[in-house]
């Protein structure tokens, strides 16, 4: 069975400043791993993925991230916030031999001060 | 249609009612997901269905909760005799042929209060 760990329950930062999203995840087998954002009542949106190759993976909105295998994580990043990011960031993970359902975690707020 | 459309976006209703939750996919995707997203959580599996079948129903929480899909579309969840301890935000989602890493697309859920 594979799990999903977001330690940050909620994380604010200042308009502009770099940020850090972390996921850690456990799993026996190969994963694929996601990023999904929640806007206030809107759905969740896919911000970004990693299923094979390079380890670092480039999203929408400049955000992007890197898998480690060693460490089991799949933290989220982005050099310089704004306003509008602001919002529910959710780190996913599936098997990659069946995707056919995502394991999420608990969600990190991302809270963004002007 | 553009995305997924999920009605009622609210649905409040009593204690023992029984109530229907509809998710219209995007056309021509043929894996539609049901997820249960309680309050402070994040999603959770309920439903997976690969046209107008249930290819995996582990995530229903018990035998109240049943979901259709009979024309390989539109897909109706529905919940018997509702418990406050329903009370969530429903998420429907789509993708083409199943996931297999595509990344759903989300609906913007129903949220249901059970009063």
């Known amino acids: 069975a594979q799990s999903v760990t977001q330690l940050d329950s909620q994380v604010p930062v200042f308009e502009e400043a770099p940020v850090e999203l972390r996921c850690n995840y456990s799993s026996s087998v190969s994963v694929y791993l996601f990023w999904y954002v929640q806007y206030p009542n809107q759905g969740l949106q896919l911000l970004l993925k990693?299923?094979?190759?390079?380890?670092l993976v480039k999203g929408i909105n400049g955000f992007e991230a890197e898998f480690n295998k060693s460490q089991t994580s799949f933290h989220l990043r982005k050099p310089s916030v704004h306003i509008s990011d602001t919002a529910e960031y959710f780190c996913a993970v599936s098997p990659s031999y069946n995707t056919d359902k995502l394991i999420f975690g608990t969600g990190t707020r991302l809270q963004v001060f002007p | 249609g553009a995305g997924v459309s999920q009605t009622p976006s609210n649905k409040v209703t009593e204690k023992g009612k029984y109530v229907e939750l509809r998710c219209d996919p995007i056309s021509g995707h043929t894996a539609l997901y049901w997820y249960r997203q309680s309050l402070g959580q994040g999603p959770e599996f309920l439903i997976y269905?690969?046209?107008?079948?249930?290819?995996?129903d582990s995530g229903l929480p018990n035998d109240r909760f049943f979901a259709v899909r009979p024309e390989g579309s539109v897909s109706t969840l529905k919940i018997q005799r509702t418990e406050r301890g329903d009370s969530a935000v429903y998420l429907c989602a789509s993708s083409p042929q199943g996931d297999r890493g595509y990344g759903y697309t989300f609906g913007s859920g129903t949220r249901l209060t059970v009063v």
């Open positions: 269905f690969q046209g107008t079948g249930a290819a995996d």
């Open positions: 990693y299923l094979s190759g390079s380890t």
